[in-house]
Nanobody, 127 residues
Framework: QVQLVESGGGLVQPGGSLRLSCAASGSIARIDTMGWYRQTPGKQRELVAKINSNGKRVYKDSAKGRFTISSNNAQNTVYLQMTSLKPEDTAAYYC?????????????????????WGQGTQVTVSS
């Protein structure tokens, strides 16, 4: 029942900006950490940025100073504001949610904690 839906990807020129959004839906009680990962063909998926429920942030070194991650805990939503985009930022960006406590199935009293991934949104930085 838990789904992560990303939006905001697209084509942007080098130096431009883009804002990614990810909303988690379902019978969710809490999410420990939400973040963004990216992947290009032939490479492993890598962390771009993540933020926990207390607002602690972690960034990939190459994203520091250019990207800003934020969240709205009440809406189970995470955002990635990307500025000064470079061609090497081109990738499929995936939303991730860790430690998601959610109710699964028909029994409303049964809760479980799992990790979830969005389907990805493409970011292309090119002239």
């Amino acid at each position: 029942q838990v789904q992560l839906v990303e939006s905001g990807g697209g084509l942007v020129q080098p130096g431009g900006s883009l804002r990614l959004s990810c909303a988690a839906s379902g019978s969710i009680a809490r999410i420990d950490t939400m973040g963004w990962y990216r992947q290009t063909p032939g490479k492993q998926r890598e962390l771009v940025a993540k933020i926990n429920s207390n607002g602690k942030r972690v960034y990939k070194d190459s994203a520091k100073g250019r990207f800003t991650i934020s969240s709205n805990n009440a809406q189970n939503t995470v955002y990635l504001q990307m500025t000064s985009l470079k061609p090497e930022d081109t990738a499929a960006y995936y939303c991730n949610a860790e430690g998601v406590k959610a109710r699964l199935g028909e029994d409303k009293l049964v809760w479980t904690t799992n990790d979830y991934w969005g389907q990805g949104t493409q970011v292309t930085v090119s002239s």
